[in-house]
């Protein structure tokens, strides 16, 4: 499955809007200001959050390997490695919808049926906006100031999860395929529908899902740590409740958005809250702009490692499957 020519002309848009952004939390914060913060963090923290943030990553790829294996696909390690680090290049897109290539590459390299794959890509999303959602809930009880403007937020959020348990009710499932399926555009994909659908109520199943959901939860506590770290290097005495709820809500609420990466999002809901625990503004903006890059900038370097390390697999591979692993057709 070849990646769309466009996507390199969005990946330096995308860049391009960052710019401007961080262009206008460095103005909204004070340059010098902002400048001096950032040389004076200490360079002995920036190894520790960084490894936090891997952690993340490799508790996220062990969940994908357990995910392939419950379905009965088995990867090479290598290649493993490659398809799933690969695609976090591709975290800077919408609702990170551009990590559904990993399901059409399973497909074609591997002859894994999209109604496997799809599900693999949607139940990662599902368990890594839970487990930030869980955070969010815990942190709460050491917040100290107003929830005023995150309601909405954190409510829309916690409606989405009580959606996906209904849809674990074999009947609530049955009922929702069938009335997807009925539509004229889509009554020819019934047997990929149906078949995405259970996968994705197995993969959601308690057996699965009680050790994936506790994966998940341990590794955005990671990240959380991480912010936690960055405003002790930057000489602010935040509790590490408050700091979790902090990159736990700035996360959902950037999430939520739908902008590439949760690009503006994340970063102004952290330096508001920050702000709201009497951070001064420019130590804010510097912890805001910290934590995005040791999370999902170095998500973006790691992507593009690994991208570039194992560029055959997104290449045109339909007529290359490996012995024992024949196309299927869906």
Same mark, same amino acid.
């Given at each position: 499955m070849q990646l769309p020519k466009s996507l390199t002309t969005r990946t330096f848009a995308v860049i391009g809007f960052s710019v401007f952004i961080y262009a206008a939390v460095a103005f909204f914060a004070g340059w010098g200001e902002l400048w001096a913060e950032l040389k004076g963090f200490p360079t002995s923290l920036m190894a520790p959050v960084a490894l936090l943030s891997l952690l993340n990553y490799g508790l996220r790829f062990w969940r994908w390997e357990v995910f392939l294996r419950a379905l009965g696909v088995r990867l090479p390690c290598r290649e493993s490695l490659g398809l799933y680090f690969a695609t976090y290049l591709m975290v800077i897109t919408p609702g990170k919808v551009g990590e559904v290539f990993k399901a059409g590459?399973?497909?074609?390299?591997?002859?894994?049926?999209?109604?496997?794959?799809?599900?693999?890509?949607?139940?990662?999303?599902?368990?890594?906006?839970?487990?930030?959602?869980?955070?969010?809930?815990? /942190?709460? @009880? @050491?917040?100290?100031?107003?929830?005023?403007?995150?309601?909405? =937020?954190?409510?829309?959020?916690? #409606?989405?999860?009580?959606?996906?348990?209904?849809?674990?009710?074999?009947?609530?499932?049955?009922?929702?395929?069938?009335?997807?399926?009925?539509?004229?555009?889509?009554?020819?994909?019934?047997?990929?529908?149906?078949?995405?659908?259970?996968?994705?109520?197995?993969?959601? &199943?308690?057996?699965? =899902?009680?050790?994936?959901?506790?994966?998940?939860?341990?590794?955005?506590? &990671?990240? /959380?740590?991480?912010?936690?770290?960055? #405003?002790? =290097?930057?000489?602010?005495?935040?509790?590490?409740?408050?700091?979790?709820?902090?990159?736990?809500? /700035?996360?959902?609420?950037?999430?939520?958005?739908?902008?590439? /990466?949760?690009?503006? =999002?994340?970063?102004?809901?952290?330096?508001?809250l920050l702000q709201s625990l009497a951070m001064a503004r420019p130590l804010a903006a510097t912890a805001a702009l910290l934590v995005r890059l040791f999370t999902l900038w170095l998500a973006v370097v790691v992507g593009l490692f690994f991208f570039l390390a194992n560029r055959h697999l997104f290449a045109n591979t339909a007529d290359e499957s490996p012995p024992g692993l024949q196309p299927k057709s869906d």
């Open positions: 590459i399973l497909r074609e390299r591997y002859g894994v049926s999209l109604g496997l794959g799809l599900p693999i890509v949607l139940a990662e999303r599902v368990y890594d906006f839970l487990a930030v959602l869980i955070l969010a809930v815990g /942190g709460v @009880f @050491f917040w100290p100031g107003s929830l005023t403007g995150l309601t909405t =937020g954190l409510l829309a959020a916690a #409606c989405i999860q009580l959606l996906l348990l209904l849809f674990q009710a074999r009947p609530v499932r049955r009922r929702l395929v069938g009335k997807v399926a009925s539509s004229p555009l889509l009554s020819r994909y019934q047997v990929g529908i149906d078949e995405s659908s259970e996968t994705l109520a197995r993969l959601m &199943g308690l057996r699965l =899902g009680a050790p994936a959901l506790l994966v998940t939860v341990v590794a955005w506590l &990671g990240e /959380g740590i991480g912010l936690w770290l960055i #405003c002790r =290097g930057l000489n602010f005495d935040i509790p590490a409740g408050q700091a979790l709820f902090v990159y736990a809500a /700035g996360t959902i609420i950037g999430s939520l958005s739908f902008l590439p /990466g949760g690009l503006g =999002g994340t970063e102004a809901t952290i330096i508001w």
